[in-house]
């Protein structure tokens, strides 16, 4: 059974910081890239930060230069630093992931999701 657990959100200030974490657990072989996702009210869920397993990121254009992305492989966590944050980051946060997953001796890669975790900022 994967799953995929976060923690970190919560009510932030306007121009204040928070992070974001999510571990992988599991019958995981390799976990490839990882990320996060937000669905604000009304809204489509849009990609925020993805990074791969080589170290490489991808930003949306909105959270450019305020948002970092990490991870560490050996703990199968990613993060996200999130810094002067505005009221429309407010959101549900996802965490995502791309990974190979082994049952007995059968291997198969799927992208799998948490639960989500609010993130409120006050104006």
């Known amino acids: 059974q994967v799953q995929l657990v976060e923690s970190g959100g919560g009510l932030v200030q306007a121009g204040g910081s928070l992070t974001l974490s999510c571990a992988a657990s599991?019958?995981?072989?390799?976990?490839?890239?990882m990320g996060w996702y937000r669905q604000a009210p009304g809204k489509q869920r849009d990609l925020v930060a993805e990074?791969?397993?080589?170290?490489?990121?991808n930003y949306a254009d909105s959270v450019k230069g305020r948002f970092t992305v990490s991870r560490d492989n050996a703990k199968r966590t990613v993060s996200l630093q999130m810094t002067s944050l505005k009221s429309d980051d407010t959101a549900v946060y996802y965490c995502n992931a791309d990974l190979t997953v082994v049952s007995g001796v059968r291997f198969s890669r799927d992208v799998y999701w948490g639960q989500g975790t609010q993130v409120t900022v006050s104006s």
């Open positions: 599991g019958n995981i072989f390799r976990v490839n890239a």
């Open positions: 990074i791969t397993s080589a170290g490489s990121t």
